[in-house]
């Protein structure tokens, strides 16, 4: 039986490449944009196919979007909350309509998203996974991108948590995909900046991201196929990276937090209360 695919921002980069590669395996491709009226993609038939507005930051467009997709296709097997944008700059640069902006989007839009997700899934009676499209920045500091990293971070805890709220009869499953650098649109035409302050001439956001646009490591289709693979898996994992500079970066992240947290064992472990022992 093809799989039913609902996947948010498909205008460009994996979203669209994405909807590809389902379309390809002959499964269900429900593409959503803010304006679906400009998706295009062959071979769609009214049996595998179906493009839908959907703005994340909208709950009236959210539960549309689901409903039309329900009546059309019965379920919904893989949610793949991919909506979402960078914003660039030192932090103080940043104007808090800037900051809001990006938490609302990549953020707030996405949990709502979710949980529409897994009332369907359960209410249903299917099952299903649920993708959060992350980043290597939700789990590591990047300079100027403070407020984007925050907001892939947030994403991450809030994914771990809920990931151990749901029964597993349910048949609910998450994964958190953290894609290093593609050569997307997200670094170039797609990103916001922060205003211009002669403190932070020494990284200018601007010219650092013109300068990689363009020259990353990750090919979107590759990477479009990676989250495909892990949407077919039986047993996903809760978090993955894609792009071997992820890769690189997550590997010394971990050892860097190894040797912080041994480094202090002692003192972390010096203020329980006298004759506390820990619950067997």
């Known amino acids: 039986?093809?799989?039913?695919?609902?996947?948010?921002?498909?205008?460009?980069?994996?979203?669209?490449?994405?909807?590809?590669?389902?379309l390809a395996k002959k499964d269900i491709a429900i593409a959503t944009a803010r304006n679906p009226s400009k998706l295009s993609?062959?071979?769609?038939?009214?049996?595998?196919y179906l493009a839908l507005p959907l703005d994340v930051t909208d709950k009236k467009s959210i539960d549309a979007a689901f409903k039309k997709a329900v009546d059309t296709f019965g379920r919904i097997?893989?949610?793949?909350n991919n909506a979402g944008y960078g914003l660039s700059g030192a932090f103080e640069t940043l104007s808090e309509e800037q900051i809001r902006r990006q938490m609302e989007v990549n953020f707030f839009g996405l949990i709502d998203v979710t949980r529409?997700?897994?009332?369907?899934?359960?209410?249903?009676?299917t099952g299903g996974l649920i993708q959060q499209v992350t980043s290597i920045g939700g789990q590591r500091g990047v300079p100027l991108f403070s407020v984007y990293c925050a907001s892939k971070w947030a994403v991450e805890g809030f994914?771990?948590?809920?990931?151990?709220?749901?029964?597993?009869?349910?048949?609910?499953k998450f994964t958190c995909i953290e894609p290093g650098g593609f050569r997307t649109d997200w670094a170039g035409r797609s990103?916001?900046?922060?205003?211009?302050?002669?403190?932070?001439?020494?990284?200018?956001?601007?010219?650092?991201?013109?300068?990689?646009?363009?020259?990353?490591?990750?090919?979107?289709?590759?990477?479009?196929?990676?989250?495909?693979?892990?949407?077919?898996?039986?047993?996903?994992?809760?978090?993955?990276?894609?792009?071997?500079?992820?890769?690189?970066?997550?590997?010394?992240?971990l050892d860097a937090y190894r040797e912080n947290y041994t480094k202090y064992e002692k003192l972390s472990n010096s203020t329980d209360v006298d004759g506390y022992e820990a619950p067997k």
């Open 191 to 253: 990103m916001d900046f922060g205003e211009h302050r002669k403190e932070y001439d020494h990284i200018p956001a601007k010219e650092t991201m013109s300068k990689r646009n363009g020259t990353q490591a990750g090919d979107p289709p590759k990477g479009a196929a990676a989250m495909y693979e892990l949407a077919i898996m039986p047993d996903p994992p809760l978090r993955v990276v894609i792009g071997t500079d992820a890769y690189r970066a997550i590997m010394g992240k």
């Open 116 to 125: 529409k997700a897994m009332e369907t899934m359960r209410d249903l009676n």
């Open 41 to 48: 993609f062959e071979n769609t038939t009214e049996k595998n």
């Open 1 to 22: 039986m093809p799989k039913v695919f609902f996947i948010t921002g498909t205008s460009t980069g994996f979203g669209a490449e994405l909807v590809k590669i389902v």
């Open 77 to 80: 097997d893989v949610v793949v």
């Open 159 to 172: 994914t771990e948590s809920i990931s151990q709220e749901v029964k597993p009869e349910w048949g609910i």
